[in-house]
C-alpha cells in the first residue's frame, strides 16, 4: 500500500492488535525525504540521497528486494496492571493516521499524563465510561487526556477520573468528537479505587449542600478537584455526546475560543458551572441535564484571549436543582451565585427555547454585562463588548426560581475586599415586591450609550479591522487593544439603539406563578452606601439595616416590568431565529505520514558513512541509538568536534532545566544556509533564524560537578528538519538517554517515552561566578510529546520548531556554559559573535552588517540580556529598567514559548512575547481564564506590589504540584534565583501606573466599586 492511499483511508484499523514496541523502535512518525521546496537551502550535490520504496540500487545491507516504507494503520491496547503506564506512553507517541490506542475494561491507574500531538484521523476508545476507567490521581502532569493540534480525533467509550487539572482538553483540534465519555473527581468523599469505581460512578442529585459543610447525600464537592471535566479549546467542529462530568472545581462540560460546536445528550453534575460556552462563534447546547451544580449552564465572553464569540442555541435542556455552594478558587466563575440555571455575560445572539429550569435558589436566568463587574466604561479590554445583546429567551418553562439568595460572606467582604458575595444579597435587597427573594429572570438593566467619538478600531497595520454583517467589529488577540469601546454599530443615525437587534425579547415562557417573574436590579447601585456602612458597623448586616441604608436611593427599588422585553408588542416583530449548528465532514490534510517501518528505520540506520560525516540519509527517521547519525567525531560524547562542519552555540538566557549544562550545536546541510530573520522588522517576533531542510539541532544536558572533576551526561533532544510525503517541511525531535553499554562505552538510546534521572551539580556560575549546588532525585526528561508542546506554536514551522536559536539570543561571542571541557572538542571554538562566524562559515545568510564591539556583541540588533547579570540589559544596573528587561528576557526564554497568541498557553490570554507591551495581556492585573488549584485561590496573575498576591509568583514557585508547577515539565525543583527576579520586579517595579494597574481592585473581581 502507497503512502497517498495510506492517507487517505481515513478509517482504516487492523482487526489484530499489533503489540506496542520497545523503546528501541519507538517511532516519532511524519517522516519524508530529504527532497524539498524550501527555497532558504539547496541540497548538497555530494550528500546522501534517501532509500526510497522499490529502489534496490547502491543500498547498504540490501538483499534487492524493495521494502514497505510505512506501517499501516495499528491497534495499540492498554492493559490494567503494572505496565500501563509505560504501554499507554510507548503508544501515544506512536499514534499516525488510522491508529487506534485501546484501553482494556477494568479500573487502569496511570502516573503520567496521555498526550496526543501533531498527528490526525486517531481513535482513542475504551469498553465503554462504565467499565473502563483511567485513574489520574497519582499522575505528574496537570491533565488526564490531552490532544494538541491534532486534525481528526475521536475519544470515546471511558471515564477519567481524579486528574490533577483538566480531565478531557482539546486544544488545536479540527474535527474532535468526545463520545460516552465521563470526567470525574473522588472530591471530598472516598477515593475512587479499583475496588468501588463500579459504585462511585454513577452519581445522583437529591439534596445538594447549599453552604460549605451541609450534609450532602449524594457527592461531597471540594475545590481540591481539577478545573475542567470537558474542555476543547480553541479548536473547531466539536461534538460533545452522551458525556458526562461530575466535581470540577470550575467548569463541567467547557467548549471555549472554539468554532462550530455542538454540546448534546450529556450530564453535568456536582461541578461549579455545569456547561459553558465561552468565546465560541457558533455554538449548540442540545437536550443536556445539568443539576446539583452551583449555575447550570453559561454563554458568555470573558477578555483578553484570542477570539470573541457569537451566536449560540440553547434547546431542550434541563436545569435543576443547581444549588450546591460555590466552591471554585477565583476567578469569574468564583462570583456566579449558587441556585442560577442559566446566565449570560457580554455576548451576543442567543437564542434560549424550549428549556426546562426548575428549583434554583437565586434565580433561573441571569442577564448581565461587564458593566456590574467592572464598571461602566472601565473594561480594560476594549476589543469585547461588555453587554449581552440579541438575547432570545422564548417558549421556556422556569418554576420555583430565587426562593433562597446565598448570604453573604462578611468575613471576605470586610476583611478580604470581595465583594461578589453581597451581589445576591443586594438583589434581594432591591426586590421590595418580594424583598429578601430572586426572581426566575434578573436582569442588571445595564446597556451601553452611543460612544459617537470612538473611532473603528484599527489593526497593526492601520487598517481598519474586519467587520461581519452588522459592522461589529471581529476581533481576534492580534489587534491591538483599542482606546474605547466601538459600539456605533448599534444605533442609528439619530443615536438611537437599534431594535431588537440589540436587545433582548421575552416571549412565551411559562413562568411559574411560585415565583416572582422577572426583575431589573440596576446594576450595583446603592452597593457602595452598603459596603460603607458596613465598615463602620458590621451588625448593619441584616435584611432590614441593609434595607434601611438603601431607602430613597435612586436605582434602589429593583424594576419588575417585563414588557421592556416585549418585543412584539414594542416593535412588530421579534428577534429571528438563530441557526442550527452543523459540523461538517471530515477532512484529512493529506501532511501526516503513517509510520515508517522497521525495516525501512533499519536500512537507514545502519549505513556506513565516510569519517567525519554525518549520516544524513538516517535523518529521515528516529535511529535506535544517537551514533547512527555520526553527528560527532567521538560518537560517545556529544561534546565532542561536530562532524559536517556543524557549529556549537550558546544563549544570552536560557530555559531553566534543575540547573543542567547544556551543550547545542546546529547542523546545517553541507551547500545550503540559514536565513537571518529577527523580530526587529514585525514580521519574526517569536520565531527562529530559519533553517533549511536537514537541519539538526542537537542539545546535550549534562550535570557537572567542579568539586569532583566530573560531568554525567543525561539526554541529547536532537531537533531535525523533515518533508513529509506531501512535500511539506516540518521539525521532529527525537530524544536520547545516555546509558553505559555492555563494554562501560556511553551510548545514547532512542527514548522517545522519556524518563527521569537522579542527578546532582556543583560548578560556579559562567555568566554571575556564583556557585551552583543541589540534587534531585526526579530530573525529567520529557517525552515526545511533551516536548512538541512547548516547540509547536501556529506562526512558527509545524512540528518541533527550535525555540533557541534567535538572534537577539545569539547576539553574544560564544563560550562553553561549563569549563569542563577546557580547550577541547567544542570547547575548542572561536570565542567571537556567534552570528558573524556563522556568516564567516557561509551557513548564515541576509545578514546585517553587524558592528561587534570589545565584547563581542552586536550593537547595530536586538539582543536579549543575560537576565541574571545586572546592568546586562544597557541600563544602569538595579534599575527599574534593567530589572525589567532582565526579567522580560527570563520569562520569553522560560515560558514565552507557550504563553504567546499562539501557542499551547494562547487560550489563558496571558502572553509573553518579547515586543509586547506591559499590560493586562502581560498580566497586569488580568484576571485568570481558569481556576481551579493553579490559580493558587488569587484573583489576579500580577497585582502590582505584592507578589504574594500574584498568581504568577506561586506557579513559578512551586515545584510538586501539577495544577500549579509552572513550567509544567522538564524541571523538577525551584529556580530560586528566577523567582527571586520575578518577585522583586512585582514588588518593586510594578505600580498602578502600569497600563490596567489600578485594576486589581483589592482581592476581587469586581472592579465597580473601585
Known amino acids: 500500500m502507497n503512502a497517498k492511499t495510506l492517507l487517505n483511508n481515513v478509517k482504516r484499523c487492523q482487526a489484530g492488535l499489533i503489540p506496542v514496541l520497545t523503546a528501541t523502535v519507538l517511532l516519532s512518525g511524519c517522516l519524508g525525504g530529504n527532497s524539498s521546496s524550501d527555497t532558504s537551502a539547496t541540497n548538497d550535490s555530494a550528500g546522501n540521497n534517501s532509500d526510497v520504496a522499490g529502489d534496490t540500487s547502491n543500498k547498504p545491507n540490501n538483499p534487492g528486494n524493495p521494502i514497505d516504507r510505512f506501517s499501516d494503520g495499528r491497534t495499540f491496547l492498554v492493559e490494567p496492571g503494572p505496565d500501563a503506564t509505560h504501554d499507554m506512553i510507548s503508544a501515544m507517541i506512536q499514534l499516525r493516521p488510522g491508529d487506534t490506542l485501546e484501553f482494556g475494561c477494568g479500573f487502569i491507574e496511570l502516573n503520567h499524563g496521555l498526550l496526543i500531538q501533531a498527528t490526525e484521523d486517531v481513535l482513542i476508545k475504551g469498553c465503554g465510561k462504565d467499565s473502563t476507567v483511567l485513574s489520574f490521581r497519582d499522575s505528574d502532569n496537570v491533565t488526564g487526556l490531552e490532544a494538541l493540534n491534532v486534525r481528526g480525533i475521536t475519544v470515546q467509550d471511558l471515564t477519567i477520573a481524579d486528574s490533577p487539572g483538566d480531565a478531557f482538553k482539546l486544544k488545536g483540534v479540527k474535527w474532535g ?28 442529585c437529591t439534596n445538594p449542600p447549599l453552604n460549605e459543610g451541609d450534609p450532602t447525600p449524594d457527592y461531597i464537592p471540594s475545590s481540591a478537584s481539577g478545573r475542567y471535566g470537558i474542555y476543547p479549546v480553541e479548536s473547531e467542529n466539536i461534538l460533545v455526546d452522551n458525556s458526562e462530568s461530575v466535581g470540577a472545581s470550575d467548569a463541567g462540560i467547557y467548549v471555549g475560543q472554539t468554532n462550530t460546536a455542538i454540546i448534546r445528550n450529556s450530564r453535568a453534575v456536582y461541578n461549579v458551572m455545569g456547561f459553558e460556552i465561552e468565546n465560541v462563534q457558533g455554538g449548540e447546547y442540545d437536550s443536556n441535564l445539568a443539576e446539583c451544580n452551583t449555575g447550570g449552564f453559561l454563554i458568555y465572553d470573558l477578555e483578553n484571549i484570542t477570539q470573541y464569540g457569537d451566536t449560540s442555541v440553547m434547546l431542550n435542556n434541563t436545569a435543576r436543582n443547581n444549588n450546591t455552594y460555590n466552591f471554585a478558587h477565583s476567578g469569574l466563575v468564583s462570583a456566579v451565585p449558587r441556585g442560577t440555571g442559566f446566565i449570560t455575560l457580554g455576548y451576543d445572539n442567543i437564542e434560549v427555547f424550549n428549556n426546562t429550569f426548575e428549583d434554583h435558589s437565586t434565580a433561573a436566568v441571569i442577564y448581565t454585562s461587564y458593566e456590574l463587574i467592572d464598571g461602566k466604561d472601565k473594561t480594560s479590554d476594549k476589543k469585547l463588548d461588555p453587554y449581552t445583546e440579541g438575547l432570545h429567551i422564548h417558549n421556556n418553562v422556569m418554576k420555583n426560581s430565587g426562593y433562597d439568595l446565598p448570604p453573604p460572606n462578611y468575613e471576605k467582604v470586610l476583611l478580604e475586599g470581595q465583594v461578589e458575595t453581597v451581589l445576591p444579597t443586594l438583589i434581594g435587597l432591591k426586590n421590595v415586591t418580594n424583598p429578601g427573594k430572586g426572581a426566575h429572570i434578573v436582569w442588571d438593566g445595564l446597556l ?35 482606546s474605547c469601546h466601538y459600539n456605533a454599530y448599534k444605533f442609528n443615525a439619530n443615536g438611537e439603539r437599534k431594535l431588537p437587534q440589540w436587545g433582548s425579547c421575552f416571549h412565551d415562557n411559562d413562568l411559574a406563578a411560585d415565583s416572582q417573574a422577572y426583575m431589573n436590579f440596576h446594576g450595583t447601585q446603592g452597593l457602595e452606601l452598603v459596603l460603607a456602612a458596613a465598615e463602620q458597623d458590621p451588625s448593619i448586616l441584616t435584611l432590614e439595616g441593609l434595607q434601611s441604608v438603601l431607602e430613597g436611593l435612586d436605582g434602589a427599588v429593583a424594576d419588575t416590568d417585563k414588557s421592556v422585553h416585549d418585543c412584539q408588542a414594542r416593535f412588530g416583530k421579534l428577534l429571528p431565529p438563530l441557526p442550527r449548528v452543523t459540523i461538517p465532514p471530515f477532512e484529512p490534510s493529506g501532511t501526516i505520514d503513517p509510520a515508517p517501518s522497521e525495516e525501512y528505520i533499519n536500512r537507514l540506520c545502519s549505513k556506513r558513512v565516510k569519517p567525519g560525516s554525518v549520516n544524513r540519509d538516517a535523518l529521515d527517521v528516529n535511529c535506535p541509538t544517537l551514533d547512527q547519525y555520526n553527528l560527532f567525531a567521538d560518537p560517545h560524547d556529544p561534546r565532542s568536534t561536530p562532524n559536517d562542519g556543524g557549529v556549537p552555540f550558546v544563549l544570552n538566557s536560557k530555559l531553566f532545566s534543575d540547573y543542567a549544562t547544556k551543550y547545542r550545536v546546529a547542523f546545517v546541510p553541507p551547500g545550503t544556509k540559514a536565513v537571518y530573520m529577527d523580530g526587529q522588522s514585525g514580521s519574526n517576533v517569536n520565531g527562529t533564524i530559519h533553517f533549511p531542510t536537514g537541519t539538526v539541532i542537537a542539545k546535550t544536558f549534562a550535570f557537572t560537578d567542579e568539586s569532583k572533576g566530573t560531568e554525567e551526561l543525561v539526554e541529547t533532544r536532537l531537533l531535525i528538519k523533515r518533508v513529509s510525503e506531501s512535500g511539506k517541511a516540518f521539525w521532529d525531535g527525537p530524544a536520547y538517554i545516555w546509558e553505559k553499554d555492555s563494554e562501560g562505552q556511553p551510548v545514547a538510546k532512542l527514548a522517545m517515552g522519556g524518563g527521569t534521572r537522579a542527578v546532582s551539580w556543583h560548578y560556579q556560575d559562567q555568566i554571575t561566578g556564583e556557585l551552583m549546588a543541589g540534587s534531585t532525585d526526579n530530573y525529567a526528561i520529557p517525552n515526545a510529546n511533551q516536548c512538541i508542546t512547548c516547540h509547536s506554536n501556529n506562526d512558527v514551522e509545524s512540528g518541533s520548531a527550535p525555540i533557541g536559536p534567535k538572534p537577539r539570543n545569539l547576539n553574544r561571542a560564544y563560550a562553553p556554559e561549563s569549563a569542563f571541557m577546557g580547550a577541547s572538542g567544542q570547547g575548542g571554538f572561536p570565542r567571537v559573535n556567534q552570528l558573524k562566524y556563522w556568516q564567516d562559515q557561509g551557513i548564515l545568510t541576509n545578514v546585517p552588517d553587524l558592528q561587534i564591539d570589545g565584547r563581542g556583541i552586536a550593537t547595530n540588533i536586538e539582543r536579549l540580556p543575560h537576565w541574571n547579570l545586572a546592568g546586562d540589559s544597557g541600563e544602569a544596573a538595579g534599575s527599574d529598567a534593567d530589572v525589567e528587561a532582565r526579567l522580560r528576557a527570563y520569562l520569553e526564554v522560560n515560558c514565552q514559548h507557550c504563553h504567546n497568541d499562539r501557542g499551547a498557553a494562547s487560550n489563558t490570554g496571558y502572553y509573553l512575547d518579547h515586543y509586547r507591551d506591559v499590560d493586562a495581556g502581560y498580566g497586569i492585573c488580568k484576571k485568570p481564564t481558569a481556576t481551579g488549584g493553579g490559580s493558587c485561590g488569587r484573583q489576579h496573575i500580577v497585582v502590582p506590589g505584592d507578589a504574594d498576591s500574584s498568581i504568577v509568583s506561586c506557579r513559578v514557585t512551586d515545584s510538586t504540584d501539577p495544577q500549579r508547577r509552572m513550567p509544567p515539565i522538564a524541571r523538577s525543583v525551584t529556580h530560586m534565583e528566577g523567582v527571586e527576579l520575578i518577585n522583586y520586579w512585582i514588588n518593586n517595579v510594578v505600580d498602578s501606573d502600569y497600563a490596567n494597574g489600578d485594576a486589581c481592585g483589592n482581592g476581587s473581581i469586581f472592579q465597580s466599586l473601585n
Open 448 to 482: 451601553d450609550d452611543l460612544d459617537a467619538d470612538c473611532p473603528y478600531p484599527v489593526d497593526a497595520n492601520g487598517d481598519p479591522v474586519p467587520a461581519d454583517e452588522n459592522g461589529k467589529p471581529i476581533h481576534t488577540n492580534e489587534h491591538p487593544n483599542p
Open 177 to 204: 468528537t468526545l463520545l460516552n465519555v465521563r470526567a470525574i473527581w473522588s472530591g471530598g468523599g472516598e477515593p475512587i479505587t479499583a475496588s468501588n469505581y463500579s459504585d462511585r460512578l454513577h452519581v445522583q
